[in-house]
């Protein structure tokens, strides 16, 4: 097995092809190479579904400019093309990963002789969203109120009737388009609301949960925060005659997704350890490169490398690293510095010395996904 410090300098390349969607696992896909992306999390077992995935959009901006307080301040153009041009194109992706889990569903349950999970006996096949005036995309979520997170245009493509999900200030942003028929304020997870079930709201199904990792220390922008993406592999995760805070209800098997564009302090994640009921934490989506705005704005990977170990993520994700075409003021002073898994394990090396606790890192999976690439979550 290679050492973690060889897997951390190991720069993953494109597969030749893309690992096929298992219908029991989460598949997450990198729909640009900045910060969009695609969860589809498949349906518990007994959900008579004609669909295997729930499915999340993330962060979306596809084409056009970026534009915060006007050109003159901020405008950021993707310098990294990508087949993923337009929510329907997003759409389309999702109905091939359909028919690709639920192909392999059928298969499984000629092979195995049982009933296939999710309720699915057959592939699906492509549906004219457009006629129906329906979406695939089960939810919309949005991190940040900037535009390269909570994007005008792009959200505008998308199907009014898609549910949204955003941080409080971003709430704000989207309401005043009066587009969207739904649109909910992501609470925050605290220690004082330690249960993932509380964070459950309509319409989400009682499975899933979104929550927010607020900072300890919060600026005026609270950027470096994250979602707490919690889902559960029962359903329903309740006893029938219990609420959400009771604490006897029998404890579910449940995994959670911590996506944090800009990076969050491993302080600020601590509290996971109490979640009750306890969590395992599956994938932690944290950019590589550091970023400076003046101040800090991505943390980087010296900084993942110490969140990645506090919660205990099988897998870590590179996310945010693109490197923008800019203008305005933002353009002449952004700085971006390359950085490489592998460096941040030589700077750890440095200043702790040759016994940096490497060990610890044995079991994670680290990701470079290219546009369009996906993972599937084991």
């Known amino acids: 097995m290679d050492s973690p410090s060889s897997q951390l300098h190991h720069e993953l390349s494109a597969a030749a092809s893309p690992p096929p969607p298992n219908p029991h696992r989460p598949l997450l896909t990198h729909l640009n190479a900045d910060t969009s992306w695609l969860l589809q999390i498949p349906w518990p077992p007994g959900e008579q579904r004609e669909r295997i995935y729930y499915n999340i959009l993330i962060d979306p901006w596809f084409q056009g400019p970026q534009k915060d307080f006007g050109s ?14 337009t929510v329907r194109d997003v759409e389309d992706l999702i109905e091939k990963n359909e028919a690709a889990a639920a192909a392999a569903a059928a298969k499984e349950k000629d092979e195995l002789g049982v009933e296939a999970r999710n309720g699915a006996t057959q592939p699906t096949t492509p549906q004219n969203h457009e006629a129906n005036n329906t979406s695939p995309i089960d939810l919309i979520v949005i991190s940040h109120e900037f535009r390269d997170h909570c994007h005008h245009d792009t959200l505008l493509e998308a199907n009014k009737d898609i549910p949204v999900f955003a941080v409080n200030k971003a709430v704000k942003v989207i309401s005043g388009w009066s587009h969207f028929t739904i649109i909910k304020q992501i609470s925050p997870f605290t220690t004082s609301h330690p249960d993932w079930r509380t964070h459950s709201t309509p319409p989400l199904p009682p499975w899933l949960s979104i929550s927010r990792l607020e900072p300890s220390f919060p600026d005026m922008i609270s950027l470096h925060a994250a ?13 029938s005659d219990s609420p959400a805070t009771t604490t ?26 109490t979640a009750s009921p306890s969590l395992k934490t599956l994938a932690l ?25 506090e919660v205990g993520a099988r897998y870590w994700i590179r996310t945010h690293d693109e490197k923008k075409t800019a203008y305005g003021l933002v353009g002449r002073i952004l700085r971006y510095t390359d950085v490489t898994f592998g460096d941040a394990i030589e700077r750890e090396k440095e200043e702790k010395g040759k016994e940096s606790g490497l060990e610890d890192l044995e079991g994670v999976r680290f990701e470079d996904l290219g546009v369009g690439e996906r993972v599937v979550l084991e």
């Open 72 to 85: 003159w301040f901020s405008e950021q153009w993707h310098n990294t093309p990508t087949n993923i041009k």
């Open 227 to 239: 979602l707490l993406i919690t889902f559960s592999s029962s359903n329903p995760p309740l006893s």
């Open 248 to 273: 006897s209800t029998p404890i579910t098997h449940a995994e959670a997704l911590i996506y944090t564009p800009h990076g969050i302090s491993p302080t600020d994640v601590s509290h996971l350890r």
């Open 285 to 309: 989506i944290h950019g590589l490169n550091d970023v400076k705005l003046g101040s800090q704005l991505n943390l980087g990977a010296h900084n993942g490398l110490k969140v990645v170990r």
